[in-house]
């Protein structure tokens, strides 16, 4: 497996442990951030890019969680869809997955960090701007 540290969840070890992987975290926060109105899409690096080429769906892409001893700080790299409020799209996302993560793993997130890296503009705005030309 690989060599990420995980993250032990359970309080009673009479049954056993139960430990959640960084990758796991970074799923969820991408669900979580694509369930928000606003969001037009998340930025990955090359590796996801091809990936997505070969048809498998990347629902981390976009996410990088840290574990420090501060706690788990988890970045996002989003575009958003224009003429939305930036700051009030960034917050939905931000609580949306703060309270996903809690219902599903009981782990309190230190920070999320949203990072918006673009903007997507209206596609129907472009077609219709060269129909009237």
Do not use: C
């Amino acid at each position: 497996m690989s060599d990420q540290p995980l993250l032990n969840v359970s309080d009673n070890t009479e049954l056993g442990k139960v430990e959640i992987a960084p990758d796991v975290i970074e799923i969820i926060a991408g669900i979580a951030a694509s369930e928000i109105d606003g969001l037009s899409s998340m930025r990955g690096n090359f590796a996801t890019g091809v990936v997505e080429r070969f048809g498998k769906k990347s629902h981390s892409k976009g996410v990088k969680v840290e574990l420090t001893e501060a706690g788990i700080v988890i970045d996002l790299y989003v575009v958003l869809n224009f003429g939305v409020s930036i700051p009030q799209v960034a917050q939905s996302i931000q609580n949306n997955i703060r309270q996903t993560l809690k219902n599903m793993t009981a782990l309190e997130i230190d920070e999320i960090n949203i990072h918006v890296v673009g903007v997507q503009m209206d596609p129907q705005t472009d077609s219709e701007e060269e129909n009237i030309e």
